[in-house]
């Protein structure tokens, strides 16, 4: 078929992500004179009462701030967060890394959508979320609650929770920056030059920011190159309010994100969460009469908060010019099927020997169900981003629903390795909980230790399996006559000891209330596995930087994830953007083109195989003769195809120059974003060590040559 004919799609639709998103609808000029006109009436204690949340405690999972009947302001009520909503019973979604394997981002927006409207129907106004740290080292305990590795998918996942969930309520992208060391978050500096900061950790806040009009950011508890983060006037005004032109409010990380009283408010940390004590009534008035904090502060501080009150249209039952929504809304059939849909498409097959999968539920096989886990509802850490839905679907009955003609007997941790080799295969569910990672809490820590149930697990020192679930997998897969293994965790898990031993591995991550029910879909086929990986997984824990869970500085550089491991010649167990199928693709016929200060680039990709299914095509671009230290690669454009068997479609993929841009610190007029006179190499592939297809262009004198 020629290239005309052949159906096309666009790899991402600016346009049909961005629908709806309230804050794209926003005149902030126009707002801004009625703010003025508001704040010249307000008395010094009713401005105070704008940059300070009301109580330590939520109120059915709101946190308050603000608001003022006489003025017509009603409070923010502020609901954590990243894998639905914090208040009462929710649609628990798998956590955000899960959905990021999904590399859809149409996905994502509706996954925004749903939980914008839970928490709008719950009363809240403000979404915690989504949380967008890139991820340095996996074995940080938050890795389940932010995206990815890579920036750029980071930035597009980011921008489309954010787009989904802003048609509804405001959000917070966290935590505003460079906080990706859990168990020392209150004092750790996270130690960056500007090239790295810019181009690495911080180009997807920017896009959340400028590309999706994120109304809020909350500030980190860690300090960058040894300033706190809510006292930074680098990060909170220069960059943020000054490169990128934000208009919303600051809000500090709670308790701890606000160190000070005047050097945080006038570094621009607007509202201090979740309530006053670096902000409160004695500190305010000791620094104003110290001359520290001018009463002009208060007013622009208080005012960001007021300025987004009125552009949101916020009333007390009422946000984006919307009423709230019935309660109804909330774990509705539509957003349970939701989270079905992410749990399923999230799923990474990462090896499948003898296609051993997917299992025909009839052809009367018998399976050992092995592990705990398999019984276990295991939906993520129990710090802030834990959501509590009224039913969760488990691995063990989602497969014994889903057999048929099959016989399933299930052992717990405990098995008896002789009667493993009664059946044709062994099942064996193992990975991480809550107690091995998540958010820290250290007085909750303690807790976990006498076992209950507010545990929380931090930091992994390493990137192994606990003993016991190592123990698990390498005693089935010597007496079973054949190991599927179903992998659960946030991050990265080491596998080299027992991957050679196994027959197939399942990476479920934390799929969230109807993980087992997608699990089964997986294992029996009613569904391709279409997840890809946002998370290099190594051989060896050494062959990323060093990590040192107690570290009270930690270095940053241009090259996290697969950047290190191309940098340093490691070859990963399992690469970045990598996952299997039950089907094949083919990619050919890159063709690539310049179209203003575009490159349009358009591949042909073809499902070869026998069942329907998804791919995720990846476009890495590469340099040669550049002047300054450029990444073996860096991912800069991704599409999701779905096909029938022996479908096939062009899918364009759009970069533009913006996007090839590196942050040039030595610019003859200041830091500044530089389109560098070199050789680019623009790498089609199916993950990012399987890049089959290239176009490479020469810039020089200001024109892009084909070479
Ligand atoms: C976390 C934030 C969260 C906040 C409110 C903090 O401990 O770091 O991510 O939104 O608590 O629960």
């Not at 025909?360 to 802030?384: H, K, M, T, Y």
């Not at 679907?393 to 098995?415: D, N, R, T």
Request: hydrophobic share 40%; net charge negative.
């Amino acid at each position: 078929m020629s290239g005309e004919n052949r159906r096309r799609q666009k790899a991402f639709d600016e346009e049909a992500i961005s629908a709806g998103n309230f804050g794209l609808e926003i005149d902030h000029d126009q707002v801004e004179r009625e703010t003025a006109a508001l704040l010249a009436k307000m008395t010094p204690a009713q401005l105070r009462n704008e940059i300070r949340g009301r109580q330590p405690r939520p109120i059915d999972g709101l946190f308050y701030a603000g608001g003022d009947e006489s003025l017509g302001l009603a409070p923010w009520k502020m609901v954590d967060g990243p894998r639905g909503a914090r208040s009462g019973t929710a649609t628990a979604f798998p956590v955000a890394i899960a959905r990021a394997a999904t590399f859809d981002m149409d996905l994502e927006r509706r996954i925004g959508l749903a939980i914008g409207l839970e928490v709008a129907a719950r009363g809240g106004n403000v979404l915690l979320a989504p949380t967008i740290n890139l991820l340095r080292h996996p074995g940080w305990g938050r890795a389940q609650e932010t995206y990815s590795e890579d920036p750029h998918h980071t930035g597009a996942m980011g921008f489309a929770f954010i787009s989904g969930a802003q048609n509804h309520v405001l959000t917070s992208p966290k935590h505003f920056a460079l906080n990706n060391l859990e168990n020392t978050r209150f004092e750790l500096s996270a130690e960056i030059d500007p090239r790295s900061l810019h181009e690495v950790y911080l180009s997807h806040f920017k896009r959340c920011v400028v590309g999706a009009q994120a109304a809020s950011v909350m500030s980190a508890y860690n300090k960058v190159n040894n300033t706190f983060c809510g006292e930074h006037p680098e990060l909170l005004d220069e960059i943020l309010r000054g490169d990128w032109g934000f208009r919303g409010f600051v809000e500090s990380d709670w308790f701890l994100g606000a160190r000070s009283t005047a050097p945080s408010l006038n570094a621009g940390l607007d509202i201090e969460m979740p309530a006053p004590f670096r902000f409160a009534d004695d500190k305010l008035d000791e620094a104003e009469a110290s001359g520290e904090v001018e009463a002009a502060t208060i007013v622009r501080n208080a005012g960001r908060s007021v300025h987004q009150k009125l552009a949101w249209k916020l009333g007390d039952d009422e946000v984006a010019g919307k009423r709230r929504p019935d309660a109804t809304v909330v774990e509705c059939d539509e957003h349970v099927a939701l989270a079905r849909e992410a749990a399923r498409k999230s799923i990474v097959l990462l090896k499948n020997e003898g296609r051993i999968l997917p299992l025909d539920a009839n052809a009367g096989l018998s399976i050992a169900v092995v592990g705990d886990l398999a019984n276990f509802e295991n939906l993520g850490d129990r710090g802030s981003s834990m959501v509590t839905p009224s039913a969760v679907s488990k691995p063990l009955e989602a497969i014994e629903q889903a057999v048929g003609s099959c016989k399933i007997e299930f052992f717990g941790s405990y098995v008896e390795l002789s009667r493993l080799a009664e059946f044709d295969l062994a099942i064996v569910v193992a990975g991480l909980t809550y107690k091995d990672e998540g958010e820290f809490i250290p007085t909750a820590q303690q807790d976990a230790e006498d076992e209950t149930e507010f545990a929380r697990g931090g930091d992994r020192a390493g990137l192994e399996l606990p003993l016991e679930q190592r123990d698990l997998i390498e005693r089935a897969a010597l007496a079973a006559n054949q190991t599927i293994v179903v992998l659960e965790g946030g991050s990265a898990i080491i596998m080299r000891d027992w991957i050679d031993s196994v027959d197939a591995v399942l990476m479920s991550w934390y799929g969230g209330q109807q993980g087992g029910a997608a699990l089964a879909d997986i294992l029996f086929g009613e569904a391709s596995p279409s997840g890809r990986l946002p998370v290099s997984i190594p051989r060896d824990m050494d062959h990323f930087m060093a990590w040192d869970v107690t570290s009270l500085s930690v270095h940053h550089d241009l090259m996290p994830g697969y950047r290190w491991l191309d940098q340093h010649g490691h070859a990963a167990e399992f690469p970045f953007g990598f996952g299997l199928g039950y089907t094949e693709f083919e990619i050919d016929d890159l063709r690539v083109e310049r179209v203003g200060k575009v490159f349009e680039c358009t591949v042909h990709v073809r499902n070869t195989g026998a069942r329907s299914g998804a791919t995720i095509v990846q476009l890495y671009v590469g340099h040669e003769n550049s002047r300054v230290a450029r990444a073996g690669k860096e991912l800069k454009g991704f599409g999701r195809v779905e096909l029938e068997p022996g479908e096939s479609v062009d899918l364009e993929i759009e970069i533009a120059d913006d996007d090839l841009r590196f942050y040039n610190v030595q610019a003859d007029d200041g830091p500044d974003w530089e389109l560098e006179a070199c050789d680019y190499f623009l790498r089609v592939g199916l993950s990012s060590a399987d890049l089959p297809l290239s176009s490479c262009w020469k810039f020089a004198e200001g024109q892009w040559k084909s070479s």
